[in-house]
């Protein structure tokens, strides 16, 4: 939670002038996100949300980003459409940086999700992989599995700090990612920050989802893969198998998986969890102690990893045959 | 901005059980307030607050102030009205902590208020204080000027440490106060921290108040002196004499002052700003280094505090007459 940006109420109508959405009612600065500032912006027209990018969004990338959403909404899926201004750009200033205002998406995330979220959760990621095909745009997944490596060559202090040891582990478990990492899987649009708090419910049903800034041209399995490490592990650590079940049979309902990527999923889990855990332990020795936001644990990730590493299986007992 | 306590979508369903306000569709924490954590509710019949009162709230003053606001509402005050659960309870519990639902009030806050902002916050000032009219609950100004000695007696040594011989100058004001401070005018609820991030505008017109949980019975002049102090300097610290006299304009628009209540009005600003004045320096203080909250400047209120002892017949240029 944070807001890094501070919007006057003269700033926000100068901003506005340049829309068709009508005179501010309220505006609210939300405690979501920690990579930018959000407001909740009601006008006499319509809700939305301004987004304010902070230092660490590369402003080359937006376009991307943004024209995926546009396209998503086009298509169906429920996300937050950006909103042009009338001069049809999306990506506006405010204060020198880079700032969108997109459609106010409703719903709740759910803290601890059940099998049935999972079910649909699933199914909102496999809708999201098909309303994505055709989409034009591209952009490598800058934290895939070929970057893993080289970011812990310079974490290998940070790992040995977290846990003595941990640094042979991690390196012994990029060597096996690396000799067993799929190729060739279906690719395409993936989320690759699928997490609970990224997806919306109502009534219990899939809403939408939201933070498409880490969206990237990827294996699609992957992004179950992700999804089934942030979705169905309980608080003590144990793997749900039910909830992975669940999300799995769910994701399917829309998109079959393919034989290939059913049996790829042990690996790709495997990956997805050494992803969040490497840029968790690099934010986590990045953090100033005292800072406005407080970093994920790493630890929560690195027990993850010691699940796919030991029983590699696990996440095969998904599979609803 | 701040929250402080996590609310889970668990905990939202359980509390909402208990009113009929249907279900929830959105649930934001929102970055405002520094005492209490606030959330922006939306639910199938209408959009809400949640408000959770931290520890800085004392349990026992709650149903003052929120059956005040109610009080108000009822009134036609433009103020967030309590809802109650089915048993009519308004203060409920989340966390172990007080809680409560309130509307969701519409309006924007201005940073930077201009007379005509000024004008209307005047208005808006005075029909809170005829709307508070008959309103049976009373609580006494806690940092009304009996206050303020016995307080600043702990602070001494912190506003030698802001400004070396300040605590020379504070007591000399304090005594000045103490002797010049007017008795029997006319009284009855106030706000007691009517400043801009407290009083919503639509289009440029007054659109109600929030943050009613300093309110208490005193002078209602008072109210005006707060709000001179809050409103009506510039960011060089000069005094707004054209907002000045637009805000008292607009306040008499619906309650006339007395000869006796504008006599008054500069020894109630320079103690409205030696109120503001001693709380932040103690907050000041008191704020860990790194914490979450930044404290205000006390330095702020010691140089509104400059100006009134230095011309205390400027707030009086106030006066359109």
Redesign the interface.
Known sequence: ?A?YTDI???E?ALLLADYDLG??????????GVENSNF?L?TTVGRYFLTVYEKRMREEELPFFLDLMRWLARHDYPCAAPMADRAGQTIKRVRGKPAAIVEFL???????PTAAHCREAGEGLARLHLAAQGFPGTRANDLGQEAWAPLFATLRGAAEDLKPGLAATIGADLDRLAKAWPVGLPAGIVHADYFPDNVFF??GKFAGAIDFYFACVDALAYDIAVALNAWCFEADGSFNITSARALVAGYERHRPLSDAERAALPVLAHGAAMRFFLTRLEAWGATP????VRPKDPLEYERKLAVHREAPDLVLFGDPA
Chains 1, 2 share one sequence.
């Open positions: 939670m807001v006057t109420d003269e926000l005179t501010p009612v309220a505006f609210k600065g939300i405690a979501e909740l009601e409703p719903g709740l995330s759910v803290r601890r109502n009534a102690a005292g800072a406005l």
